[in-house]
């Protein structure tokens, strides 16, 4: 939550000069041909949005087994559910903190950006309970 933070507190200018530095980077040139583009406006701005892909599939992914590990009784499909309603409710309030920064805007597009992360990574995880034939 805090990298998610510190990232969204950069203005527009260091945000987009950081995305566009990592995207000339090989790492970056490798993501970047292997993603579709999502936004039109260059691999900058489509290297942000993959990027609060990663975040947010991180951030489910530690939020998931934390809530897992204290509501132990409880179905993964449960925890799965709080989770990416967890998820929800924090791309919302980074989205709103990035009103108040200059050079960035708060859009609900980015929330179903960082939703669709997170809905990633808690798919990946059911699946592999699923396959484990675990608790589900």
Same mark, same amino acid.
């Given at each position: 939550?805090?990298?998610?933070? %510190?990232?969204? *507190?950069?203005?527009?200018t260091d945000s987009g000069n950081l995305s566009n530095w990592f995207s000339t980077t090989p790492v970056?040139?490798?993501i970047m041909g292997l993603l579709p583009p999502m !936004?039109?406006?260059g691999s900058g701005a489509?290297?942000?949005? /993959? *990027?609060?892909? !990663?975040e947010f599939a991180l951030l489910a992914f530690?939020? /998931?087994?934390?809530?897992r590990a204290l509501i132990m009784r409880s179905k993964d499909l449960f925890i799965i559910l709080c989770t990416f309603l967890f998820c929800f409710f924090? *791309? %919302? !309030?980074?989205?709103?903190?990035?009103i108040f920064v200059p050079g960035r805007v708060g859009c609900f597009r980015d929330v179903l950006i960082d939703c669709a992360g997170?809905?990633? %990574?808690?798919?990946?995880?059911w699946l592999f309970f699923r396959l484990r034939k675990d608790r589900i």
């Open positions: 939550m805090l990298m998610i933070f %510190c990232f969204s *507190a950069q203005d527009g970056g040139r490798l !936004t039109g406006e489509d290297l942000r949005k /993959f *990027a609060h892909m !990663t530690f939020s /998931f087994h934390y809530l924090y *791309a %919302c !309030t980074d989205e709103f903190h990035q997170s809905g990633f %990574c808690l798919i990946l995880l």
